[in-house]
């Protein structure tokens, strides 16, 4: 008896635990989740990934593979999958600030809109 009190108590805060964690997903900004009715291109990023992505170090000229300063190399991240996971869905990505709303808007729409370059 002594011992599945105790399983019953350590059941209990594990539910307990995931619930929690489960429950914190924070809710997505409104401006995110509007209609894409813009076309975005890999020209109109340019701004949101000179700012965000191709600063030293990151995704620039020092990364053969991840110059995102290059339409086809950031395309190919895009197709990926890459993007939508790290930047729309985890959200790690800058990992030294977060997109607004509209940033990602931005992204997403890039995205659905078939990846275009101009």
């Given amino acids: 008896m002594k011992y599945s009190k ?9 539910l307990m635990t995931v619930v929690a964690c489960k429950s914190k997903k924070v809710a997505p900004d409104a401006m995110e989740t509007k209609a894409c009715d813009e076309k975005v291109t890999f020209a109109t990023l340019q701004p949101l990934l000179s700012k965000n992505c191709t600063t030293s170090g990151c995704h620039d000229e020092s990364k053969k593979r991840m110059n995102f300063k290059i339409y086809a190399q950031l395309k190919n991240f895009g ?40």
Wanted: charged fraction near 30%; include cysteine.
């Fill in 6 to 14: 105790s399983i019953i108590i350590f059941s209990v805060l594990v």
């Fill in 79 to 118: 197709e990926k999958g890459e993007i939508k996971e790290h930047v729309l869905i985890e959200k790690n990505m800058p990992p030294e600030s977060k997109l607004s709303g509209a940033e990602l808007r931005q992204v997403r729409c890039w995205i659905e809109g078939g990846m275009l370059e101009n």
